[in-house]
Structures are given as structure tokens and as C-alpha cells.
């Protein structure tokens, strides 16, 4: 049963087995401290056009997230996200088991904008709230939206003129640069747009890892602190290091998004075709088309994807999502099935 | 410069990166739910004999421990531990960043008896104070030494006359298993011997990824929401399941302790022929030769140890290190190079 | 400047300042377990019909709210509340500084009910959510609205069906239960319609102190940990004993309840005369008018109140609230000037 | 049985019940920010000679502790106590459970001195270790003993070349100034002497409450959200203000700190009269005499005193302690008492 579920079902790019391979009885020091390590931040920054940013490298994005807030916040202040945000709701509370609290805001389309963390600002108005001190967007979002260029310069414009830290949650930004048409968005714009952002590799060619890019100074002194104190120092960091040296190289990250999102166009075509609606607009390697009930069972009878909502009684909302390893070929397959499907439909 | 700074300093493996190649496009159940995950799950039950114990597979050791720990205990829960204990050094104050005290206690020779722990309860009587709950030792220790399996079963039996929870950090587990002339630990002895453990994979032939074992039917429950909680559900979980499955066939895991153990041999002969004493008596992959400071200081000159401590004004403590890839060749040159280096002292 | 702000600017009821005159020079057993805290418990017990609770006296709310929260949850586990729950605004994050997410409901007027609880069951179904494990109401809730006995009842009800624990936050319980044409509702009922709850003492004529009661078994033992853990043990314990001691002499408890509610009356008289209209049905201490703008101001240059919330552009809803030692003479004399304020408006 | 047992036995100074008995229907504002918190304040201000300092009042020492460590510490900052330290023994892990690590540093008498803190600054060297922050001392210690002018001075002076701040818990400071003789110290010193330190009620006088004074200006800012999250602003915060009033009104404080000391004199003179050795020179209102363990047993029979532990298997160390509400009979009764004891011993 092919799985249309996410994009972390496969392994890794083959230009990082093999570099792996290639290096394995090399003596390396530890703790992200050594040569392959250095290298990727450097190409990372060479790519970002900046290099006054600190890098560092952390097994997984909930890993990423909490060990950053934790790091940032004082224990009064919250962070403010949309109620859908990654880590208002699945991730098991972990900002919240650092002692912070998030402030969900509802949206129509997973995306903050200024009209929406306004009011909140307005309620918290003394020490018997806590203060709101970070603003949390994902690009793409969980629902598979996306912020332009102009929408995060708003946004951190904004957080700025608050005193709010602005951090982008990166897991898919492979796919939020690749849909560039949409967002205008390159990777020299993206230390000017935020505080802080990662550069998400387990969605995007890597076994594990994220880039963690803190722009803002006053994030960097005594931040491995807090990344040993959360068990985010891998004790052989290089084996991230050589994953992101290869992920920068010759701008292997961003075609990896691309090549997510060519995967997903046959499909969505398809449902266009079909006149299936979509959850939101998606222009990357996620889509959230609405079935009819009956529809959406068959597809799940020969397909693996995310059951998302019910929009109403009679129809369900599935997830479909494609990665850099999706075949061309099981794409084309399910496009052939879905077509048989609904003529009986 | 040749390191015999630690254990963890090579990549994997040859069978784990195969393996990983081999299995790059299929398409795997996330989080840890996966077939290889399974697989390796049951491999590491028939080597323990024990098919009641969950197994989960976490990044690191700071992260398993933490994890672990914050789970077991309520929020008044203490751990003893020896004050030489990663977990009371070396993990940034991890465990009470999950809120717990970590009770240091004194020891010679790293290693926690009934009688050191005795009054650590005595002192501890009533809500003024912290509740003494989980018992944490390494094995080997942090100082090189090894507890044997009657120490174990007197310290296990012990602990549970006085509702105390006992927890293996088995970081090096494969050296005091290979070490096994000292103390007669097998496998199948483990989970008769404490309420949980874990199998170090990061210094014994994996990239990354430990094996917490729960023996204890009281820690299995909800477990998985803990470790989400703390990232320690890798997304591509199968990473992890693989190399357990490599490590875990024809015994692998303990050989390469015994690799690493025998690569220190002719370390361990050359200082005991020169006169050089150990810390403590030291029969795994780890020795703590005391050095003239003259002598200490031409060997770090070529090659890389660590410091442990000055045991007086004119010694210098080192800790050297082998593992499971260490070159045969280096020892050797080493040796012959110590030789020359003493001739000349 | 007469103050209607709320139920806590004066001292104690006399009754309290004569006791502790009374027995100042004696000498008392520390940390609550004195004679005079032991005597509260029964007194209290007495009056609840139930000798099986376990009773603590807290010396404020919030601080009973976050201790006894981090007792009896996991790490994972989470608090439903209504949005506007005391624990969800005006804590400023305490319960999640112990680590837990409070998951807020929208309602109409502040109160939960089952339908409002079981979609949130249902969206969180595995551990990369947290677990929803108890749910938190105040009687009377923030916007002075009350829970009758049936609905305490059905809640409960749903709650243990669900594994859910219930937890009521009294703070104002006199109030709810000096209403009880309104609630039906009394002191027996109490321990038989949740898990614990709290009889708040500084809002009901007390110095300071709050009466933490605790029904469910799993929840007593180790509990006097949590609280020194907490900073919730008071030295001389036996001050919140005698206080309570006479809180509960001939009923007087619930008679302040019944004068903080007399003392609303004519307030609430002269609004509907003058067809202000209230936020919310408030039978108790508590009220919620909107008035026009101007009024407002004009209401607000000779009386404190609180701000609630601008329903609307040209209107302004504020808190007024009474008290057991608010002034007969003030209530009058604001009728008055109020009903001067509408002549002219 | 009288009781020798703490200094927190009985009520309060006869002056603040008087006190809060003519203002108790004045209406005041709530949470700390009322005319008479103000007043007390200044109070104190004026007796500091200090007006840049902020005044904070909190119910308990242990609460105030973990308030203002938790307000001023980073994620992965650590303090540094003796062994002996309350938040290292007697407050149930409450500053570890604010994620802290309290650091314990044997000592002959219960104090801190620069040499036995360096060593603990050399060890931490890295992010793998806590960063040592905080060194916290109490004033007089929990064994009895004081620091004097000149020692707080080196404390705080080579706390400043190591970036450490600078903390004295006076849970009982009355009784230090009291012994100005041995300490030398004054009121008008202690700013000058720590970046923080607290003025302890619960002990000298007051029904409970401790004035805790901030000095460095980094410590100001927000600290009323952290006090909140924490339980720690009582809604009758002018309780505690007209409490601190009365105490600082004709230097009534030091008074009762002279007092409690008076009380002990005929004690500590019978003691030495008989030989009976005390742990450590006290010169304040608890000493620590070490009995014959038969002595021991005929006092406990008569009197209330609290086991310190037992130096020697054949004797037995008893804490007495006195406050300004010990009554001279009852000293005099004792002192006749013993002189019995020890006839027939």
C-alpha cells in the first residue's frame, strides 16, 4: 500500500549515505564541535548571506522548538501561536513542560497576522497574565498554507514595534522557498524576517536533524547550555554535520523542495479535475482535498494518507504529502485509480 | 593525532551503514512504530530472554535519562546517585531541569553500595524533605570501574525493601558485559537486576540511539506521551531500529565490547610495566593512568586524551579511551612512542 | 472613594481577630499540625457530612490551584477549563510553570459542559497530543454565573466515565452556596460531586486561607510534599486553623456568603430599573451591568470597579462585587448617585 | 511541655494584632500595592538607608526562596549552598523543582567561605556542567553559627570578580543583627553586602511574612509576574504591610531579635556550667548542645526540643531555641530543672 501520508517515510538523500560511508573511521571530535559541523554552517550561512548567525544542530523539530524557548523566555512569558501551530498541538506539551504557556489564536487559514496577536497583546495587560514575548508561525503552515515574503515582514515589523521575538518553525521551508511564485521568499530574506527560524532536514533529505539559525544576538550566548540541559548535544554531531554539508551543496535542500512539490501537482490536478475542494490553498508538498465519505474510503482502502477533519457530516478531509522520495510512479498509479474511483462514484 | 579521547569519536558500524542503504526507499511507519523498530525490539527480548520488558530507542543518553527519569518519578521524587554520576555531572543539571533533586553521595571508587545509600534515608524523613525514590548507577561507571552481578542483585534487593526504584545506566553496558571474567553479568541477568536500563548503542558501533529497557510494569504505561513530550520520538524512528537490528544479531553488540576492550590491553600493559598506577582498578575500555605531570604533558603533545584531575601537585590523572573501531596500528605506534618517551623521563 | 472593585479590600470577620487575640501567647505545633488546624478539619468534615476527606489549608488561591494540579497530574497530562478559568487568565501561567497545558474552551458564560468536554477528548487521541485528564470549574465562575447541583452532578458524571478527574475552585463557594434557590446546592454535596475542590476563606472573611479538600483516594497520600515543595506549608499553620475554626461556628460561613449577596440587591435593583442590562445571569456577589460609555465614566470618576470587557463600541460592561463587610450606607448612597447619574444622562 | 523547639510557636507582637485590628474595615487595594505596604516600604528604606531597593512581601521563607531563585536564574544556572543550606535540606527540592540544581559544599561550621567556592567554579568548566550562579548563605545558619561584616564582605566581593550574585536568606537576620558584637553587622549594611536578601517576619515577631529586598537592579523588573505565577502575591497584601509597619516602627525588629537572644543566655550558662559542649560557637537564639544520651532522654521527657542528630554513638545533639515570646519563667523553670537532671546523672 503506497503511503501518501507525510514526507518522512524514506531514508536519506543517497549524497549523504555516501558521504557518511565515506568518513566513517575518521576521528572526529564530539558534541557538534568538529570539522563537517563547521563546514555545513558555513555553507548554510554563504547561502543565507549572512554570516553573523549561529548554528546549531539538533536531532528533531519538537527537540528544536522547546530547547529554543525554553531558552529565550524568562518564566512568565508565553508564546503566542495559532491554535493549529505545531506545538499547540502536537507536541505533547513540551513548551508547556518547559513551564511556558502557549496562547492559542484561532485563524481561517493556520496564519498569524498582525489584526490577530493584536487583541492578545490588549489582554495581557499586567502580572496577573503572563507576557506574551514570542510569536510562533510554521512556513509552510500545518494546514498547508504559506506565508509570503511581505506577510513575515508585517508580522516581524510588528513583533518588533511590541517587543515580541518573531520565530519561524522551518520543518517544511525546503517547500516554502521552493513555492517561491507564491511566496517571493529566498534564503537571504530569511535571517532579515525573524529572530530565529529553522532549516528543517528531516522532511527534506536528512535521517534527523534541523538547523537551528538564531539571528538575534541575544539568543546565542550560553545556548549549548540549554541544548545539553534538554539532551540536544548529539554526542557524535558530526553525523549531522555531514547530513547538511551535503543538503547545501549545490542547492541539493531546495530542489529536494521542488522536487516534493512536482510530485504533488498530478495529484492535484486530479482532485481539481474532479472538482474536489481543497481544506485551504496549498501550493506545496501538502494538500488537504475534501471527499465525499464514500470517496475518501476507497482511496483509504489502496492508499495510505492523514485523516485530517470532518468539514461536515457527509465529507472527510484527508491529508495527502509528498517528499523528495516520492515515486513517479506511484503517483501516476494513484492518478489512475482515483479516476476509475470516481467514475463509479 | 591518534584520539583516545573517547568512544564515540567513528561513525557506525559497516553492517548498520548497509543495512541503511539498503533499505533507503522503502517506506516505513514513523515515530518509532515501525517493522525494523519491532524487529530490533525482539532481537534485544531474546538476548535478554525476557519478553514482558518494553523497549524504546532514543537519541542520546542525556535524553534517555532525562526522559526516563521525569517519568517515573512525582514531583517530590528524588534520585541518589554517586556524585561522580553522569547524571549529577555531566548533563547541564538535566534531570532538575525536570524538576528532581539528584542526592550525591561520596564513594572511593564510584560505585553505590546499601551501605552508602542507608543513610541517605535516614536523613530523609518526612515532607521537609525530598523523597529518596530512584537509585541511578552506572555500569561500567563513570571512573572506569564495574559493578559485579552480586553487587548488583545485593543493591537491587536492597532497593526494593525500601520502595526504592533501581535504574542501570548502561551507556557502556557492552564493556561490563565483555568484562564479564570480573563481573559474571550476562545479558539475561539485567532485567532480573534492576527496574529499568538501557543498552548505549552511541558508544558501541551505532551513530546514535540508545535502548531504554522498562522492566517494571509500573514505568510501561503512557510512556511514549513522555518522550514526545521531551522529543525523544524521532520521526524517522526505523534509523534507530535498524542499527539495534545489527547490533543485535550473532551478538555483535557484546563483541564490539570486547574489541574495545581488548584495544586497551597493550595501553593498560605499557603503564603497568612503567610503574604508571590507575585511579581505580579498571577493567573495560576506559583506564585512568596517574602520570609525573613532565610525562602527562609529553604524551598530550601527541596525542588526545582527557583530563580527568590532579591527584596531587605533581601528577596528572588522563583518562584514555578505546572503542569498537579504534586502530590497532595507533595503539601499537603508541605504545612504542610511550616507551621512548619513559627512556627519556 | 467607595470601592465595589471586589470582595478582598478589607481585613477579617471579628470573630477571627478576637480568636487569634485570644491565643497568641500559646504555643502551637508548627507546619498545620496544631490542635486549632486539626479542630478546622473537623469542623469542616462536620459540615461536609464526609469524615474521609483530607483537608489543607493553603494560604491563597492560586497557590492552592497550582499545587495541588502538579500533585496529581503526570507530566503529560493537561487541565480543560473554560477561556475564561481563573487558571487560564489571571495566573499568569502557574500551572503551566509546573508543567501543564490548560486547554481552553470557548463558552457562552463561562461555564463547561459535556458536550463542550467531549470534542476535546476526541481531538487529542495519542501521545503526540497532550492527555486531557482534569477538568477545572470555579462556583461561581469568573463572570458570576453558577453551577446547580444537577449540572455539578452531570459533570461528574461524564468526568468519571471518562477517567477524567473533577476539580471545583471555590473561592467564592459561600456565594454559590448562599444562592442555592438558585444552585440547589449544599455543604454535603460537595465531596459527592468531585474529585476535590477548594473553600476559598480570604474572599469570605478571612485574612488569608483557603480550605483545600480532597475526596479522591489517589490524591492524599504525599500531598503535605507537594505543598512544602510549593511554599504552601505556613510556619505557624495554626493561624489558617483558627480562622477556619471560626468560619465554621454556626454556620458562618455561608451567612457571609448570604450578606455579600444581600449587599448586591439594591445595586442589581437599581441597573434593572434603569434597564442596564447584565453580561450574564449573576445570582451572587458578583455583577456584570454595561452601561453606555458616559455612564461608565460618570460611574467610575465617584466608584472603583473593575473593567470587564467593551461589549461594543458605545458600551462598557463593569465588574461590581460586594462583600460581607461591604457598607449598608455606601450600597444606599450609590443607589442614590446612580439614579442622580441617569436622570441627566 | 513547654517548648523549646523553633522560634515559631506563638502569634504575633501584641502591637500588630492591634493594628490590624483598628484598620480592619478600611478598604485597601489588594495584591500588595496599598498604602500600608507602601508605608512599611518606606519603613524599611529608611532603616536600609537605601531608597533604591524593592521591597517584596511573601507568605514563607521557602516561598520566597524558590520565587526569587526562579525569578533571577537562567535555564541551566545553578547556587551554590552548604550542605547544610535550608534549600538544600529543608524545602523538599523546591528550588530543583524550579529546574534549578542546588550545588552542596561540605563545611566544618555552616558557612560559605571564597575557598571553599572556588574549587566548585573550577570544576564547572563547560556546557556540559550546570554554570554556578548563585551562592546563597543564611544568616545566622541553619547550625546556629554567623557570618560576620567583614566575611559577607569577602563573599560579595569575590562573588562579583566571578559573576556570581550574591543571596542571604534572614529567615532569621534579626537575631544576626541582634549579635552585632560577634557580627558586626548593622541594617544599613546589607545592601551593601549582597545583590538580595530577605528580612524574615515569620521568625521575629510577625504572624507570618518576609520582606524580601532586592538590590541589583537586574532583579527588579517583572518580578511581580514571577511572584504571581508562583502563588506568591496574596490578595490582602496589606496584611503583611501593616506587619513590616509595626516591626520597623521604633526598631521593634531588632528588639525582638535582642529579646530572643536574652532568653537564651540563662540556658546557654547552665549548659556551660555543666560542660556540655555545643556543636558549634552560636551566639544568637538556637544553640546546639550535645548531651549524654541519658541527659537528652530525662529533658525530651519534660520539654519540647528537636533532635539534631547524634555526633557520637553515647550522646545526642538537641536543638533549644527561643523567640521573643519565650517566657523568662519558663526559662527559669528549666534552668532549675536541668541542674536537677544533671545531679543524678
Redesign the interface.
Known amino acids: 500500500m ?2 501518501f ?2 514526507d ?5 538523500h ?1 549524497n549523504i ?1 555516501r558521504a ?2 565515506m ?8 558534541y557538534g564541535l568538529d570539522t563537517h559541523s563547521d563546514s555545513a554552517r558555513e555553507l548554510i550561512q554563504e547561502v543565507l548571506e549572512d554570516y553573523s548567525v549561529d548554528i546549531h544542530f539538533i ?9 529554543f524557548i ?2 529565550i523566555l ?3 512569558e ?1 508564546v503566542v501561536s495559532t491554535e493549529t501551530g505545531h506545538i499547540n ?6 513548551i ?7 496562547y ?1 489564536v484561532l485563524t481561517e487559514d493556520g496564519k498569524l497576522t498582525p489584526d490577530l496577536i493584536r487583541p492578545v497583546l490588549d489582554l495581557h495587560e499586567n ?5 506574551p514575548r514570542l510569536v510562533y508561525v510554521s512556513n509552510p503552515t500545518e494546514v498547508g498554507t504559506v506565508y509570503t515574503k511581505e506577510e513575515l515582514e508585517n508580522l516581524y515589523a510588528f513583533c518588533k514595534r511590541h517587543q515580541l521575538y518573531f520565530y519561524i518553525d522551518g520543518a517544511r521551508l525546503a517547500a516554502a522557498l521552493a513555492a517561491s511564485e507564491h511566496t517571493h521568499l529566498t534564503f537571504p530574506d530569511m535571517p532579515k524576517l525573524c529572530d530565529a527560524f529553522y532549516i528543517g532536514g ?2 527534506v533529505g536528512a ?2 536533524g534541523e538547523a537551528l539559525v538564531l539571528v538575534n544576538e541575544d539568543f546565542k550566548e ?1 545556548f ?13 554531531g558530526w ?1 549531522m554535520g555531514v547530513q547538511f554539508e551535503e543538503l547545501f551543496k549545490d542547492n541539493l535542500y531546495v530542489r529536494l523542495g521542488q522536487q516534493s512539490i512536482e510530485r504533488m501537482q498530478p495529484l492535484k490536478e486530479a482532485f481539481e479535475k474532479a472538482g474536489i475542494p481543497l481544506l485551504c490553498e496549498a501550493p506545496t508538498n501538502q494538500i488537504f482535498p475534501i471527499f465525499p465519505d464514500g470517496l475518501a474510503e476507497k482511496i483509504n482502502k489502496k492508499y495510505l494518507t492523514t485523516f485530517q477533519c470532518k468539514p461536515d457530516k457527509a465529507h472527510t478531509c484527508l491529508r495527502f504529502c509528498t517528499s523528495w ?1 516520492t515515486n513517479e510512479e506511484a503517483v501516476k498509479d494513484f492518478v489512475k485509480d482515483f479516476e476509475e474511483m470516481i467514475k463509479t462514484e
Chains 1, 2, 3, 4 share one sequence.
Open positions: 503506497y503511503s501520508q507525510n518522512y517515510s524514506e531514508g536519506a543517497p549515505l557518511l560511508d568518513i566513517n573511521y575518521h576521528q572526529n571530535n564530539s536531532a528533531g523539530g519538537t527537540l528544536t522548538n522547546l530547547t525554553s531558552h524568562r518564566p512568565y508565553a498541538t502536537h507536541e505533547t506539551g513540551a508547556e513542560a518547559t513551564g511556558h504557556k502557549v492559542p502580572e496577573h497574565w503572563v507576557e528531516t522532511k535521517m534527523f550560553h549549548r547550555f540549554n541544548m545539553k540541559q534538554h539532551g540536544a548535544i548529539l554526542a557524535k553525523i522520495a
